[in-house]
């Protein structure tokens, strides 16, 4: 429940230092909001790139499918990953994730024993499983600052449309009702002064 407005000094002082900061913190969260945006719309064609070059990657990798079914080799353990090497990067406030590289599980094998086009094959499907990790972490990324965006254009609008809106009726309703009871005040002390400037007059 909202605190009941009161039509003191204290109050009006209370109002105006509270806009005062809103107004103060306003520009701030524009500006961010604006950064944001500007990233979201650089990180667009980025994700898109990535996308296009993962589709690519896999159809110049499909006519080599026959060999992962060769019964002499498992190829699937060639693309165990060990870890999804990652930095954080701060951007406009929010900690997101940079993708730096893929690091599998290496397997030790006999360059006799296995089939001579299994180089070829894993570091092509090591390369397709690398992209996929970098589309994966760029889409977190878009996804948390989508999300920071989202945040902060609620608190810009709050403060945009709401608060500072709201204590300036306030400030302006405290005003008129401190004027009137001043007025009030001087009316009363000039009836004062001349009823008693008519009781000694009487005398």
Same mark, same amino acid.
């Given at each position: 429940?909202?605190? /009941?407005?009161?039509?003191?000094?204290?109050?009006? /002082? %209370?109002?105006?230092?509270?806009?005062? !900061?809103?107004?103060?913190?306003?520009?701030?969260?524009?500006?961010? !909001?604006?950064?944001?945006?500007?990233?979201? *719309?650089?990180?667009?064609?980025?994700?898109?790139? !990535?996308?296009? !070059?993962?589709?690519?990657?896999?159809?110049?990798?499909?006519?080599?499918?026959?060999?992962?079914?060769?019964?002499?080799?498992?190829?699937?353990?060639?693309?165990?990953?060990?870890?999804?090497?990652? @930095? =954080? #990067?701060?951007?406009?406030?929010?900690? $997101?994730?940079?993708?730096? /590289?893929?690091?599998?599980?290496?397997? #030790?094998? +006999?360059?006799? %024993?296995?089939?001579?086009?299994? #180089?070829?094959? $894993? +570091?092509?499907?090591?390369?397709?499983?690398?992209?996929?990790? @970098?589309? *994966? $972490?760029?889409?977190? /990324?878009?996804?948390?600052? &989508?999300?920071?965006?989202? =945040?902060?254009?609620?608190?810009?609008?709050?403060?945009?449309?709401?608060?500072?809106?709201?204590?300036?009726?306030?400030? &302006?309703?405290?005003?008129?009702?401190?004027?009137?009871? @001043?007025? %009030?005040?001087?009316?009363?002390?000039?009836? %004062?002064?001349?009823?008693?400037?008519? +009781?000694?007059? +009487?005398?």
């Amino acid at each position: 429940m909202a605190e /009941k407005l009161k039509y003191n000094k204290t109050a009006l /002082k %209370a109002q105006r230092d509270a806009k005062s !900061k809103y107004e103060k913190f306003l520009p701030i969260l524009q500006l961010k !909001k604006m950064q944001l945006q500007i990233v979201i *719309r650089q990180m667009e064609p980025i994700i898109e790139e !990535k996308r296009r !070059k993962l589709q690519e990657t896999t159809d110049r990798i499909r006519p080599w499918s026959r060999f992962l079914t060769d019964p002499a080799v498992d190829i699937n353990d060639f693309l165990v990953i060990r870890e999804v090497v990652t @930095e =954080t #990067d701060n951007i406009a406030g929010v900690d $997101v994730p940079e993708f730096k /590289k893929v690091v599998f599980e290496e397997v #030790d094998y +006999s360059l006799f %024993a296995t089939p001579s086009w299994l #180089d070829t094959v $894993v +570091s092509a499907l090591r390369m397709l499983v690398s992209i996929r990790e @970098e589309l *994966r $972490v760029l889409l977190r /990324k878009e996804e948390l600052i &989508r999300d920071e965006l989202r =945040t902060t254009t609620q608190r810009t609008n709050l403060f945009e449309k709401k608060l500072i809106p709201e204590l300036k009726e306030n400030i &302006r309703k405290i005003r008129i009702f401190l004027g009137d009871e @001043e007025t %009030a005040a001087v009316g009363r002390a000039k009836l %004062a002064k001349a009823k008693i400037q008519q +009781s000694e007059a +009487s005398r």
